[in-house]
T-cell receptor, first 112, second 115 residues
Framework: EDQVTQSPEALRLQEGESSSLNCSYT??????LFWYRQDPGKGPEFLFT???AGEEKEKERLKATLTKKESFLHITAPKPEDSATYLC?????????????FGKGTSLLVTP | NAGVMQNPRHLVRRRGQEARLRCSPM?????VYWYRQLPEEGLKFMVY????????ESGMPKERFSAEFPKEGPSILRIQQVVRGDSAAYFC?????????????FGSGTQLSVL
């Protein structure tokens, strides 16, 4: 069965204190790994898609990386506005339909 | 360009009543997905629809739940005879392309509370 596990569940950082969020996955044939950001009371907002091990993508203070077993979301010099829940999701191989399988998320709080 | 619109934002129902959740995809998008987020749980896929077709309903409960995306008008997620366990946030997402999931655009969700 496909599984997505995110750690830590919650993370508190001081402004400027860099860190990484982890997403471990087991899936039968990875079609894509996705990172989304979710603010309270809102729907998830797309950040990145990664397709193969070794791939990296960057956007402002965020950088996502992918290996065969896990993905990291690196946050460099975070600001309070980066506070949100970060969701990881995987889409399995061609016989697995169209569902994204989401982890439970990492709740990030960045304090001034 | 308006984003994905869901209504109502909040819906309160008593046990046994029906709940209808509406979703208008982004302009130009013809693919709609419904996800459910239970307290302390991750988002769970329910159903994927195109206009007038259900493509993948592997995440839909077998009873009481149905979804449609008519040729005209919004997509509707219908829950009959609601129970307390149906209380959750229901999110709709849309995409322009066939099943790629490359970039799903989510609405702000409907919070269903069953009394």
């Amino acid at each position: 069965e496909d599984q997505v596990t995110q750690s830590p569940e919650a993370l508190r950082l001081q402004e400027g204190e860099s860190s990484s969020l982890n997403c471990s996955y087991t899936v039968s044939g990875l079609r894509g790994l996705f990172w989304y950001r979710q603010d309270p009371g809102k729907g998830p907002e797309f950040l990145f898609t990664l397709y193969s091990a070794g791939e990296e993508k960057e956007k402002e203070r965020l950088k996502a990386t992918l290996t065969k077993k896990e993905s990291f979301l690196h946050i460099t010099a975070p600001k309070p506005e980066d506070s949100a829940t970060y969701l990881c999701a995987v889409q399995a191989g061609p016989n697995s339909g169209y569902a994204l399988n989401f982890g439970k998320g990492t709740s990030l709080l960045v304090t001034p | 360009n308006a984003g994905v619109m869901q209504n109502p934002r909040h819906l309160v129902r008593r046990r046994g009543q029906e709940a209808r959740l509406r979703c208008s995809p982004m302009k130009g998008h013809s693919h709609v997905y419904w996800y459910r987020q239970l307290p302390e749980e991750g988002l769970k896929f329910m159903v994927y629809l195109q206009k007038e077709n259900i493509i993948d309903e592997s995440g839909m409960p077998k009873e009481r739940f149905s979804a449609e995306f008519p040729k005209e008008g919004p997509s509707i997620l219908r829950i009959q005879q609601v129970v307390r366990g149906d209380s959750a946030a229901y999110f709709c997402a849309s995409s322009p392309n066939l099943g790629t999931n490359e970039k799903l655009f989510f609405g702000s969700g409907t919070q269903l509370s069953v009394l």
